[in-house]
């Protein structure tokens, strides 16, 4: 079955303690990215990959880091979670190319609570 | 700021009747538009997806765009209580960037 798993899916944790959500998927997809939602705002890309070791900034990067050492992992690190990262954490995938969106998968969301 | 506006409702209809979802973009430059559906608590599920002006129809759903007006929207005909969830309209200019709207909430009462 196509799928993208995240893990945790749910966390609470304290303010300055590094945390990492793990992001995988079994499509073999070039193209990952993490987005946060919050209430009113909607899904905000956080970053994205390309493909392996290529990986650039989305729309609300502060506060965040990825890697991707391997195609099928892409792993968000918070070092320093403040209670302003408290949200709802989706990651997803899709082929690259323009027609990519067209099968975009997310995973089941992750949601964590920053105290 | 590139933007997706939607009303965030919510919108209700009752069963059976035709669900209007609408959708307005700042971006001229946009080329391809996506509706999402996002039961509580889920994760969004494309839907439909659009690139030329005019209709697109699958099944119950029909997505419209009117570049000119920077418009796109979402028709569900014979709506049920199982279509109540959020729906996000999504907008690419570009390879990398896909911008969501804050979504409007579907309550399809029997």
């Known amino acids: 079955e196509a799928q993208v798993t995240q893990n945790p899916r749910y966390l609470i944790t304290v303010t300055g303690k590094k945390l990492t959500v793990t992001c995988s998927q079994n499509m073999n997809h070039e193209y990952m990215s993490w987005y946060r939602q919050d209430p009113g705002l909607g899904l905000r890309q956080i970053y994205y990959s390309m493909n392996v070791e290529v990986t650039d900034k989305g729309d609300v990067p502060e506060g965040y880091k990825v890697s991707r050492k391997e195609k099928r992992n892409f792993p968000l690190i918070l070092e320093s979670p403040s209670p302003n990262q408290t949200s709802l954490y989706f990651c997803?995938?899709?082929?690259?190319?323009?027609?990519?969106?067209?099968?975009?998968?997310f995973g089941p969301g992750t949601r964590l609570t920053v105290l | 700021q590139k933007e997706v506006e939607q009303n965030s409702g919510p919108l209700s209809v009752p069963e059976g009747a035709i669900a209007s979802l609408n959708c307005t973009y700042s971006?001229?430059?946009?080329?391809?538009f996506f509706w999402y559906r996002q039961y509580s608590g889920k994760s969004p599920e494309l839907i439909m997806f659009?690139?030329?002006?005019g209709d697109k129809e699958d099944g119950r759903f029909t997505a419209q765009l009117n570049k000119a007006s920077q418009y796109v929207s979402l028709l569900i005909r014979d709506s049920q209580p199982s279509d109540s969830a959020t729906y996000l309209c999504?907008?690419?200019?570009?390879?990398?960037?896909?911008?969501f709207g804050a979504g409007t909430r579907l309550a399809v009462h029997p």
């Open positions: 659009i690139y030329s002006n």
């Open positions: 999504a907008v690419s200019g570009g390879y990398n960037k896909l911008i």
């Open positions: 997803a995938s899709r082929p690259s190319g323009t027609s990519g969106y067209n099968e975009q998968f």
């Open positions: 971006d001229r430059g946009s080329q391809s």
